[in-house]
Nanobody, 115 residues
Framework: QVQLVESGGGLVQPGGSLRLSCKAS????????MSWYRQTPGNERELVARIFDTISSTTYADDVKGRFTISRDNSKNTVTLQMNRLKPEDTAAYYCYIWMRGDYWGHGTQVTVSS
C-alpha cells in the first residue's frame, strides 16, 4: 500500500532552518510528482512546493520562493524540503502528498517558528 511518512519538524527561531523529509513506499516513486503542502488550524491546506517526476522541474508558493528548496532522491524514495530563513508565518503542519488514482497524504509534521 502507498505510504508517506514525514519527519524533521520542530521548533526553530525566526531566521533559522529546518529540513523536512518524506519517505515513500508502496509505489514506483520515480514515476510521480511529489508535493509539500502546509496547513494551519481553520485554514485550507495550501501548496508549498512540487517537484515533477520525469524532469527536475519545481514550483513554489510565492511566499517561500528563495527560502525553500524541494528535492528528491529516487534511489531512496524520499522527497525533502529544505527551509531557510524561516518566519513565524511559516508555522504550520507540513504534509507530503501524491496523486495516484486518488489522493495520498502523509500524517504531517509540525513546524513552529517562534522566538
Amino acid at each position: 500500500q502507498v505510504q508517506l511518512v514525514e519527519s524533521g519538524g520542530g521548533l526553530v527561531q525566526p531566521g533559522g532552518s529546518l529540513r523536512l523529509s518524506c519517505k515513500a513506499s508502496g509505489f514506483t516513486f520515480s514515476n510521480y510528482p511529489m508535493s509539500w503542502y502546509r496547513q494551519t488550524p481553520g485554514n485550507e491546506r495550501e501548496l508549498v512546493a512540487r517537484i515533477f517526476d520525469t524532469i527536475s522541474s519545481t514550483t513554489y508558493a510565492d511566499d517561500v520562493k528563495g527560502r525553500f528548496t524541494i528535492s528528491r532522491d529516487n534511489s531512496k524514495n524520499t522527497v525533502t524540503l529544505q527551509m531557510n530563513r524561516l518566519k513565524p508565518e511559516d508555522t504550520a503542519a507540513y504534509y507530503c502528498y501524491i496523486w495516484m488514482r486518488g489522493d495520498y497524504w502523509g500524517h504531517g509534521t509540525q513546524v513552529t517558528v517562534s522566538s
